[in-house]
């Protein structure tokens, strides 16, 4: 990992329209595939109300997004994700949040205390997971709920706290604009859409490793 990505745990840069997502994903990292999804998943602004409520879409629509991790139901979410712009929404901004401002003013006893689910899981065998596991920050307020009355505490005390920090926010506002995000440690979110933004077109993929 790169200097400006390990001290900030993002990065944004431009990228040559020209060249498609795929090639400019390769030469960053080691691209992640998620079993269910295609390899460049393309994200675009859309109507709650047609939506699963599997996906954030289907819960927030065209709505403020909060800030979460994503994948943060996974025993072990995918290291980096990666945004490139291909329509910009004027009025749409990425927020960023770093994990280490949310949680600095935490007990880390409560950390290693409270376990977390994931949301509908109906394999009572699936792991208990926890917001701060190893190198690992995960946080998101409706794919992982708590398992304990630990976690319910720990829940309160990281929406306080997110609701409190200071966050970053980035428009992705040129076509070819790129933003690289550190999974395990920055939370990411969107604002809400208005009209003007409908045509907001997002593509995305998962790195395992990266090389910049
Ligand atoms: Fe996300």
């Not at 290693?112 to 690992?136: C, M, T, W, Y």
């Not at 970053?168 to 790129?178: F, P």
Request: glycine share 6%.
């Amino acid at each position: 990992m790169g200097k400006e990505l390990r001290e900030k745990g993002y990065m944004s840069f431009s990228s040559d329209t020209a060249v498609s997502m795929i090639e400019v994903a390769q030469k960053i990292g080691k691209i992640f595939r998620v079993p269910t999804m295609p390899l460049v998943q393309t994200l675009t602004p859309r109507q709650k109300e047609n939506e699963l409520k599997n996906t954030y879409s289907g819960n927030f629509g065209l709505d403020d997004f909060p800030f979460h991790t994503d994948l943060a139901h996974w025993y072990v979410p995918p290291r980096y994700l990666f945004l490139r712009c291909i329509v910009p929404g004027p009025d749409v901004a990425t927020k960023l949040i770093d994990s280490r401002d949310i949680c600095g003013d935490i007990d880390a006893d409560i950390f290693s205390r409270s376990h977390f689910k994931p949301r509908k899981r109906l394999d009572k065998a699936a792991n208990l997971l926890k917001v701060k596991q190893g190198e690992i920050f995960r946080w998101d307020s409706i794919f992982i709920e708590p398992a304990n009355s630990n976690a319910e505490m720990l829940k309160l005390k990281i929406q306080d706290a997110i609701s409190n920090a200071k966050y970053i926010s980035l428009n992705l506002d040129r076509s070819g604009q790129c933003l690289l995000i550190d999974n395990w440690r920055i939370l990411h979110g969107r604002s809400a859409v208005s009209k003007k933004s409908m045509g907001r077109r997002i593509e995305r993929v998962y790195f395992d490793e990266v090389m910049i």
